[in-house]
């Protein structure tokens, strides 16, 4: 196949990466678009608001720009991106590119825009606006450019040289229409079951989130306890554990939590029968965090270190855990991991998410980030951690205590302090069993809804790849082949834009 290079310098033949149908054409970039051109906001007075587009602002895949923020006309005339309407901006840093932050500029307010650094921008010369975009926004093409990003890690990017000099498949322009509009109908039908897959992924957090309120509150299990009579109540479990408090006699290992003495229950909503209110102070052993000063620790081998990270929807997920050879005598060997110790994440991104040790573990150990939960007695673990989950109750109480001021952060009172709903150990038995029973089928469903997720994408790229291949709608023989169009139009160009950069890579 034939390719060109910017604005008409014809090239020898050059292979592109796969053969194209009769009247296509292998063609640079630059040959069909202007990559990075200057643009002067003219006739555009300086204090006109026009649209700012941040990175964020772009969202991934989809070509959706959010164009509510707004900057004078002269604070953007340089400094920044300057793009206008018609354009396609294509994010030149990692992880954005690979993350598909690729977008057509269309609905601006006024004719000129201005944005981040990390765009480069294309103004489509030969070749329809949307047709450059899927080319763009393709995993094909992004993969390609990935290979050629350079810089330091963590500040990889797309080199305009690279963008300009790169083929993508140039059909008739006619037949860019009709592969467009066959791919807008497409994605649009997909759009569809997206949606109603997201609905129901909603709707699924809403049951799941239902459940737990239910489960904590007794509401779950109403028809059990009317059913049911039990050896031990609330009030006695909670009696069994001061109990062991005092047998323990002051042997407990690290800080111990305090009982906190009567509660005045007034102010609490009422209890199933056979419920009683405690906190989290009354029924552990202690509440404590990791030591900070740990880093220097760090190896490929060694006791466990549990991070945030690790702490994933109520389960302790070490597939990426960090390990750490700690001296004899290194401080903060009190955070010893056990199993049923409910770790709760009390800095950072991640706060308040808890999980349960449901396993016995090697050595492992918690870092600063993380309150340890040690448990008077082991059984009541599951329940607590439940009710560190569900809104309206344990959830809500950290969520409070976290964001009640400045930094999100939690401290080691705020969770002792927090009010728990004690059941039976039966029927908490009992709630455990529904709540994993439908926990389960849950789990299932979102896997099935997921992987229905995942192959709309799929789907979606292989569109993407019969379309630029030549697949996706019939060749019409009358169509203008893209070489006679794209030299036409070269020659309608000024000599200086016609002005050749070299000849692009083979099959780049």
């Known amino acids: 196949m034939e390719a060109v290079t910017a604005w008409g310098e014809w090239q020898e033949p050059v292979e ?10 292998w063609a640079p970039l630059e040959a069909v678009a202007l990559v990075n051109p200057p643009t002067a906001f003219q006739g555009t007075p300086d204090k006109e608001e026009l649209a700012f587009v941040p990175m964020a602002a772009v969202s991934e895949e989809t070509g959706r720009i959010a164009l509510d923020q707004r900057r004078p006309a002269k604070d953007v005339a340089k400094g920044y991106v300057r793009f206008m309407e018609g354009d396609v901006i294509f994010a030149k840093i990692t992880p954005c590119m690979e993350n598909g932050k690729v977008a057509p500029v269309s609905g601006l307010p006024s004719q000129f825009g201005a944005g981040s650094t990390e765009f480069h921008v294309l103004r489509p010369k030969s070749i329809g606006q949307r047709y450059l975009w899927y080319w763009l926004v393709s995993r094909r093409f992004r993969q390609q450019a990935q290979r050629h990003m350079s810089g330091s890690a963590g500040q990889l990017r797309v080199p305009v040289d690279y963008l300009r000099r790169s083929l993508m498949p140039v059909p008739p322009l006619p037949e860019q229409r009709r592969i467009v509009t066959r791919i807008d109908e497409l994605f649009a039908e997909i759009a569809e079951g997206e949606v109603a897959l997201a609905d129901a992924h909603d709707g699924l957090e809403s049951f799941r989130r239902a459940l737990l309120k239910s489960a904590v509150t007794g509401e779950l299990t109403a028809n059990w306890r009317a059913a049911n009579a039990v050896a031990e109540t609330g009030h006695g479990l909670l009696a069994r554990i001061n109990a062991e408090r005092a047998a323990m006699s002051g042997k407990a290992r690290g800080r111990r939590s305090v009982n906190a003495g009567p509660i005045d229950k007034s102010i609490l909503p009422a209890l199933p029968a056979g419920w009683t209110w405690a906190t989290i102070g009354d029924l552990t052993e202690f509440v404590t965090s990791g030591s900070r000063g740990w880093k220097e620790f760090y190896a490929d081998t060694g006791a466990i270190f549990v991070r945030a990270q690790n702490i994933n929807s109520g389960k302790l997920d070490l597939t990426d855990a960090a390990f750490v050879q700690l001296p004899e005598k290194a401080e903060g060997l009190r955070t010893l991991i056990k199993r049923d110790d409910v770790l709760v994440t009390i800095t950072g991104a991640n706060v308040t998410v808890s999980a349960r040790v449901n396993q016995d573990l ?8 993380i309150a340890l939960l040690r448990l008077l007695v082991a059984e009541t673990s599951e329940f607590v951690l439940l009710w560190l989950q569900a809104e309206g109750a344990g ?14 952060g939690l401290n080691l009172d705020n969770i002792r302090e927090v009010m728990v709903a004690l059941p039976s150990p039966a029927e908490a038995t009992e709630i455990i069993r529904r709540v994993h029973d439908a926990l389960s089928a849950y789990s299932d469903t979102v896997a099935v809804l997921d992987a229905e997720a995942a192959d709309a994408t799929h789907l979606k790229q292989s569109i993407l790849k019969a379309g630029f291949e030549g697949r996706l709608v019939p060749q019409d023989p009358d169509d203008e082949p893209a070489t006679a169009m794209l030299a036409r139009l070269a020659s309608t160009q000024p000599a200086a834009a016609r002005k050749s950069r070299g000849r692009p890579r083979k099959g780049a």
């Open 16 to 25: 592109g990466p796969w053969e194209l149908p009769e009247g296509w054409v």
């Open 362 to 369: 090697p050595e492992a150990y918690v870092n600063q980030h």
């Open 395 to 408: 959830k809500s109480q950290l969520i409070s205590a976290a964001y009640g001021a400045g930094k999100p």
